[in-house]
């Protein structure tokens, strides 16, 4: 049943992907369980880009089968982890609650460590799976998809570049970044609305939007922000505007608002970097040459460079962003040999459920997974007598 609800939510986000500019998809699945993607194991992976975005990158073997899960971890989930364990909570969140009215947009202003507590969490409230962070080349490979290998291919779920129209002030694009924002800041004010700088060397100076940023014709917002670089004048990271953007958590979207790429994974360019378990070096900013986790996907407030699928970002070592998030990957949880009864460790009941399951039943179904013990295909009276030297001490028998 979960499978078809996953392949239907996949054909209704294809279809609704001709002629629109952002996507109204199947409701997310709110049991992170219940969305998981199972990703194939790629031994010849290597990275499209190196970790400085420019030249071939490295190669990373991908030996086993994973999962990853279809959506970022969402506000609402995240409240779920927070009002069990009194985790702290992300700073836009007022009074101990995210915004309303985004319950289902990715959770942002989380550290690794933060990211970590929910997997250990999560993973302790599972039968089933330990819930993890991907590696940045898990995190690539599952982002390409069906894809991988295509050098033409620079977003997760679109191979065209976004486009805007000036005239009126319509951005099309298959993701969330900051032209979606500076095409809404353009419909809603107009390019006459006056921003004011309130921080900077240009704090107290006064400008029209229009004169602060603007939009080409390939969806690239100037003056968004400046780097390093050497300014003229202030820009929107300064203004007053963008601090009331910012202090909702950002302008976010649902984490199924735009369609999935070809695995039915959503989000894997735009709305949220993704943190990863994978330590890099800095090559940028006051961190260069620091040790830092790899962050991959973009955001809501990154440019559209930086949500392809082959940019490498860098997050903090374990600061909180309020651009980052985290997207969980899993892997199945191993049988437990010898627990044949399935309470979660070997003892002499297990032995009983052994001897019971092979007189024919009595309600115990024996799984070759825990009652082969000797490895010969079948579960047989042989087991039994490992069972018993086993808990009898061993006598050279490793379960």
Known sequence: MKVMKRIVAILLALVLCIGGAVYTCAAYETDPADALVHIDARPDFAFR???TNSGAGEASPIESDYWLCAYPVTNEQYAAFVAATRHRTPSYWKNGAYPEGKADHPVLSVSYSDAAAYCAWLSAQSDDWVFRLPTEAEWENAALGTKYGAAS???????????????????????QYN????????????????????KGDYAGASETLGECISISASGGVTNWANHGGSATKGYFLQTDLYATISEEGGYTAPVDAYAPNTLGLYDMSGNSWDITSSVVTAQNGLE??????AVRGG????????????????GRKDSPSSTVGFRLAAD?????????NGDGCVSVLDI?????GLAGGY??????????LNGDGTVGTLDVTLLRQYLAGGYGVTL
């Open 363 to 372: 309600g115990v179904t024996l799984d070759p997974a825990t009652a082969d």
């Open 288 to 293: 260069k040459g620091v040790d830092c986790y």
């Open 49 to 51: 880009a190196a970790t």
């Open 153 to 175: 291919v620079r977003y997760a779920n679109s191979d065209s570049a976004p486009s805007y129209n000036a005239a009126t002030c319509e951005l099309t694009t298959t993701f």
């Open 299 to 314: 955001s809501w407030y990154a440019t559209g460079r930086s949500c392809q699928v082959s940019y490498r970002g860098e």
């Open 332 to 340: 199945a949880k191993s049988a437990l040999r010898g627990d044949v």
């Open 352 to 356: 009983t459920a052994l001897r019971r």
């Open 179 to 198: 032209g979606v924002i500076a095409a809404k800041l353009f419909r809603d004010y107009g390019g006459d609305h006056v921003v004011n700088y309130i």
